[in-house]
């Protein structure tokens, strides 16, 4: 195994590990929204991407073809996407949701209304940890030449999927960037109508 393959095996798993030891650690002073949040953003990553993606189920090659033989030992095809989904849940979604919070004063209200500044803080670390991933983490598994497939929150597959730019020689494509442009404004409203639900069950 190089350097190389067991750092992206480290990151992804402290990726998964991570978040739901401070879901364990903090979850009484956690709002009561963010357990619904983070498995609902488990299932949208999973159905909406990582399972397609995982098994190229739509003119797409698996995983197993597009990454190295030790990555795959220790990442199994049958798990790959429970991970991805489970880091893009914990990681991405809640990591970003608090970013949201930590930047914004740390006033819970950011979850109660829809707050500019607050957006675009989730936006930003969204698209930025997935140019992170496909740059630094996952190059070879997603660089030009590798097929992913069709999923239904990219319903524009591989068939429409221009070169955005490259970077030392690296790619990065349209069809990888698409989920993580789109779901920070579905992730943040949903946030506040299921806070808004609770809200009025309390009341």
Known sequence: MTFEEARVIFIVYMSVIVPMVLLFKYKRSLPSWVPFIYVSSFFVCALGWELWFT???VDGDSVSIRRSSAINAWIPLHINWIVNSLAD??????GGLWL????TGKNLQVFSQWHWRGFC????????????VELFLYHDQLSEGKS??????????NFFNPLL????????MFQTQFPWVTLPAVLYA?????????KIKIQ
């Open 55 to 57: 098994y190229g189920l």
């Open 89 to 94: 849940a914990g990681t991405v979604c809640l």
């Open 100 to 103: 949201m919070w930590r930047f």
């Open 121 to 132: 803080i989730l936006l930003v670390w969204c698209v930025v940890q997935n140019l992170f």
């Open 148 to 157: 992913l497939s069709w999923a239904p929150l990219i319903p524009t597959g």
């Open 165 to 172: 730019f490259e970077f030392n020689g690296r790619a990065v």
């Open 190 to 198: 949903s946030v506040i109508l299921y806070n808004k639900k609770l």
